[in-house]
């Protein structure tokens, strides 16, 4: 979706949920608006959290989460490495930067502004608390820019529902003495709801909470997603999100791609599926809630496999190329990606056929060798190929036991506990050979092209001068 595209459905958006919500506003004001939203949303680090996402995540039945899930993304500053120029004009009077972290103002510095009391009391936030990255900064820098941004044609109570269903996006918290944080929302809002005299009945407390529960599942439903190849299409668009490397097909190393496949592996160990989804009072219905978290489960323990035997695989990349340097980049060891060279010759072009390749021992195995082997679905990051050649080579040849076992040395290795010639010597021979011939061979090809090249250029110098014009003639004198 283009900037255009997505700025005309995000203004149809703001329309429909002000008309929603009786609001008097000029049609010029909410033009702006949108536009202030779809500038960071098509940012050039946005694979993931786009124009899209914020669209689906909205659904298309309640003016608050519409609003909510248009505004909830806007901030990201992991992924941008900075906040757009214009959305830092709602943020700038409430904080500042000390020491690379952004940081809420003192209370003497914080101007009198009943809006954001509200979203800072909604947040559990404090003046001067440092934010945390991963602990709700972007969520609540967002929540403060839509707060201000819709304050003069919405209620407070309409503002406040939305920042709580903003809130509601802040992912994977886990229950803490028995109290969600759907609770802890609750409670706050009640708080809020007296200190501010709302006079939001707790009938309408409740329904906003389930507002933000439909919010915040809405926001993480890839995980649930019936297919692993869909799953982890989804992971990869936020590959290039925080590894902008990546984004430069043909020029990032093999460190590069190693890197942001490990940070994935990484979070997919630590994730816990049992704090991806939210529920209050029975909603989603508990047969629904446990579908959600099983599919999860599954897709999580997929990843993890999936994940560590490309990591196993690239490492043995990575450590037969240490030779040459640290910046080698993984189209010259491995060859370009099919759609953007042609008639590029790729490493897996020189694998030979695997006549008795081992066979996956479970349903779980088989379904990763099917990913690797078949490919994940299309992904709009085009970071690399959809299926994993070299892995699921590597796989046929010694197995899945031997891919865990390969995958927990290679972490050695990265950390540099191990070195180059201690994890290949350890490797299966069979497999570093084929590899090592594969890559020599891989080099002569291109050298096949350079020399082509050379006799056409050798032929041309030999024509007559006057077959070049306007060209002064080279001599080799």
Request: net charge negative.
């Amino acid at each position: 979706m283009d900037s255009q595209e997505a700025y005309l459905q995000c203004l149809e958006k703001l329309i429909w949920a002000s008309d929603r919500l009786d609001a008097e506003v000029e049609p010029t004001q909410l033009a702006q608006i949108a536009e202030l939203i779809v500038q960071p949303m098509t940012g050039a680090w946005r694979f993931f959290h786009t124009p899209e996402h914020i669209f689906e995540v909205g659904g298309n039945e309640d003016a608050i989460e519409v609003l909510a899930a248009l505004f909830h993304d806007i901030v990201y500053v992991q992924v941008d490495r900075s906040i757009n120029f214009n959305v830092s004009y709602y943020i700038t009077p409430v904080t500042k930067e000390v020491n690379r972290q952004l940081v809420i103002r003192e209370q003497s510095e914080l101007p009198v502004d009943a809006t954001f009391e509200m979203v800072l009391m909604l947040f559990g936030f404090v003046p001067g608390e440092v934010l945390n990255p991963f602990g709700g900064q972007n969520e609540f820098l967002s929540a403060v820019v839509a707060a201000k941004a819709l304050e003069s044609f919405l209620k407070p109570d309409q503002i406040l529902e939305i920042a709580a269903c903003i809130e509601s996006t802040i992912p994977f918290r886990s229950t803490e003495w028995g109290v969600t944080a759907s609770d802890r929302l609750y409670d706050r809002i009640q708080a809020i709801n007296s200190l501010f005299h709302l006079n939001l009945t707790d009938d309408r407390i409740r329904e906003n909470i389930k507002k933000c529960v439909r919010i915040a599942n809405r926001d993480v439903i890839s995980f649930a997603h019936e297919s692993s190849a869909h799953f982890l299409a989804n992971t990869w668009n936020l590959l290039p999100e925080t590894n902008h490397n990546l984004t430069d097909c043909g020029f990032y190393t093999v460190r590069d791609y190693r890197v942001a496949l490990l940070k994935m592996e990484g979070f997919m160990n630590y994730l816990n599926p049992e704090v991806i989804f939210r529920q209050f009072e029975g909603y989603p219905d508990d047969r629904t809630y446990q579908r959600w978290e099983n599919n999860a489960r599954k897709n999580i323990e997929v990843a993890k496999v999936y994940l560590g035997c490309k990591l196993a695989a690239i490492a043995l990349i990575e450590a037969l190329s240490s030779g040459l340097g640290v910046d080698v980049s993984l189209a010259m060891m491995m060859g370009e990606l099919p759609d953007r060279v042609s008639r590029g010759v790729r490493l897996e072009s020189f694998f030979p056929e695997v006549k008795k390749p081992l066979e996956p021992k479970t349903a779980l195995e088989i379904e990763v060798f099917n990913l690797l082997e078949d490919g994940r679905a299309k992904s709009s990051s085009n970071t690399d190929l959809e299926n994993s050649p070299l892995a699921a080579f590597v796989v046929k040849i010694v197995g899945f036991d031997e891919m865990r076992y390969q995958c927990d040395r290679a972490k050695d290795f990265f950390k540099e506990n191990l070195s180059a010639d201690d994890f290949i010597n350890d490797f299966n021979p069979i497999v570093t050979e084929i590899i090592v011939d594969s890559i020599i061979k891989l080099f002569d090809s291109r050298k096949s092209t350079i020399n082509r090249y050379y006799n056409i250029t050798s032929q041309l110098k030999s024509k007559p001068q006057t077959n070049f014009p306007g060209r002064p003639f080279l001599s080799n004198g």
